[in-house]
């Protein structure tokens, strides 16, 4: 059973567009919600991340929004460039001993056309 | 920076074969992970670990063991290998101290091929 469930499965948008990946979860214990960015031959790395406390989080072009009565967030890619060409993944997790347990979505292929 | 280095880019083993992936970690990270990546599915939590000698089934932990006998270094094993387990594999790592939610840092994954 899918604990995070992403959408779309993939995304094309043009330069300068805005990119919008959407994740729902269900288990209200979760604390924390990362956004992980993918390059093809590489490792995911963290991007963004946000807890239940805050509505929306910004850093540069990239903006999560949260909505906790409907148990959703999402991330948007203003002013989309070819360079974010990757596969994104939602998470969250809740406190295990010290560290975060991530859960994952099942990921989102972006493609920026020039 | 920290690094997360996986001893393979790309791994063909044969049906039955003992499997060993290799994982060190350079940053004196306390937790360690394994995670399978397929498409469709995203990634799956295989075991952790969170101090040397400690290990934590995750999610699919079916058909796989760990080892972390030294803090810089996570081995995942395939006791059996079968075909179902070919798949992407990442190594991550991530620290306890400091503020909360620490990120977890990947390796770049080994390709494993059962033949």
Redesign the interface.
Known sequence: QQQVK?SP?SLIVQKGGISIINCAYENTAFD?F?WYQQFP??????LI?I?PDVSEKKEGRFTISFNKSAKQFSLHIMDSQPGDSATY?CAASK?????????????TRLLVSP | DVKVTQSSRYLVKRTGEKVFLECVQDMDHENMFWYRQDPGLGLRLIYFSYDVKMKEKGDIPEGYSVSREKKERFSLILESASTNQTSMYLCASSTSSGRNNQPQHFGDGTRLSIL
């Open positions: 992403q499965q924390y990362p031959g590489k490792g995911p790395a963290l991340a807890r993944f406190r295990y001993t010290g560290f975060q347990k991530l859960v994952f979505g099942t990921g």
